[in-house]
């Protein structure tokens, strides 16, 4: 198993959500499946069964390498470059 460097350096305490929802979505007039949070910057993006796959492409325009589930009741922690939950 491949062992995540990103994990580390992310911002403590964790940033705030941007939104409430996928503004982008929102925007978009689509509906995101389940939400993601960015724990670099607090970017609130649409999860890979969503339509437009907001949270991925945050990741490829920013770079930004960690999300976690923005859904009630989960934890746990996604990291995009080493493909692995940290
Ligand atoms: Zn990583
Ligand atoms: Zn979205
Ligand atoms: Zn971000």
Do not use: Y
Not at 34 to 63: M, N, W, Y
Request: glycine share 6%; with cysteine.
């Amino acid at each position: 198993m491949k062992q995540c460097t990103h994990a580390h350096a992310l911002p403590h305490p964790e940033p705030e959500p941007l939104s409430e929802t996928c503004l982008e979505c929102l925007a978009a007039g689509s509906h995101p499946v389940q939400l993601r949070l960015c724990l670099i910057c607090g970017d609130v993006g649409c999860c890979d069964s969503s339509p437009l796959r907001h949270a991925t492409e945050h990741f490829k325009k920013t770079g930004h390498p960690i999300m976690r589930t923005f859904e009630p009741g989960e934890n746990w922690r996604w990291c995009f470059v080493d493909h692995v939950l940290v």
